[in-house]
C-alpha cells in the first residue's frame, strides 16, 4: 500500500455548472483539504469556480478547458493543470449530457455526441490521469454513472444515455482489474434523481415529487449526497474498494 502525499490533487470533469454535482463537489473535497484541478468545455467557467474555490479554501485550484470527447483537448488540459497543481492523486469524471430521445429518433449525430461525452470522455481523462497516476503507484478514479443504466432508463435520459453510463460501469470493472497492481483503484458512482439543471433545466418541485415517489426515500437527491461518496471512494482509507458501483440514489435500485 502507497500513503498519500501530503499535498495531493483531485480533477474534477464537467465542474463549472453552477447548480451541478462537480462544483458541489470541488468544494466539498477543497474543504477537506484537496487541493483542485477543473475541466469542463466551459473554459471560462471553470477558471472561476477555480478561483473561487481557491479562496474560499485556501487550497490550490486551477481550471481549463476542454471538450471531453476530444482527446487531444483533454490532454493539452491536464497538462496545463499537471504543471500548476501538486501530485494527481486522484480524477473524477463528471462530465457528462442528458439525452430524452426516445429510440426510435436517435439519430446517428445524437448517438455519437452522447457516447463521445458520456463514455469516450471517461476513457480520455482517465487514461491521461492513470499515465500519471502510475509513476507514483497510487491514484482514485470515480466515474459518475446512473441508476438509468441499472434500471433501463425511467428517469428523464433514455437509451444512449443508459448506453453510455452502462459502459461506464464496464469500463471501471475493467481497469480496477488491470490497474490494482499499480496501486490504482476505479469505482462508479450510480445516482438516482438529483437536483441540479442537467434534466433539462431546473427541477419543479412537483418533477421532484414523482421522481422521489418512485425510490424508498421521501426526496430526491443534492449535489452534497454525491459529493459525499466521491470524498470517500477517493479517500487514502477507501484502498481495500475497487471495482465497485456505488447507488447512491434513494432506493431506487437495490442489488
Ligand atoms: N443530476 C442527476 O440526476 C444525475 C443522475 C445520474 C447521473 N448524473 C451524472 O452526474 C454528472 C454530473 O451531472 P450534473 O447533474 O451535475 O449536470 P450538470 O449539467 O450540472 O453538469 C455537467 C457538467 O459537464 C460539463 N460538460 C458538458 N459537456 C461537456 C464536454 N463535452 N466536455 C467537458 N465538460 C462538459 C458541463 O459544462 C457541466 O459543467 C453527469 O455525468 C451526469 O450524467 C446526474
Redesign the pocket.
Known sequence: MTDFPASRTVIL?????P????RASAHYLAERGWNIGI????AE?AKRVAEEIALEHGVQAAGAG????VEAQVRAAFDELEGQLPQIVALVN?????SPVPYLEVTADEWNRVMG??MN?VHYATRRAVESMVKHGVGRVVS?????AQRGGG?YSKTVYSAA?AGVIGFTRSIARELGQQGITANAIS????D????GGTLTDERKEKMAADGVLPRI?T?RDIAAAIAYLISEDAGFVTGQTLNVDGGLYMH
Not at 470533469?13 to 455548472?17: I, L, N, R
Not at 463528471?94 to 442528458?98: C, D, F, I, P
Not at 445516482?191 to 438529483?194: A, L
Not at 441540479?196 to 434534466?199: E, G, L, S, V, Y
Open positions: 470533469t464537467g465542474a463549472a455548472s447548480r451541478g454535482i462537480g475541466i469542463d468545455v466551459e467557467a476542454a471538450d471531453v470527447s463528471l462530465a457528462g449530457v442528458s461525452i458520456n470522455g459518475l454513472s446512473s441508476v438509468s428517469t453510463k445516482p438516482g434523481p438529483i441540479t439543471d442537467i434534466m437527491g449535489p
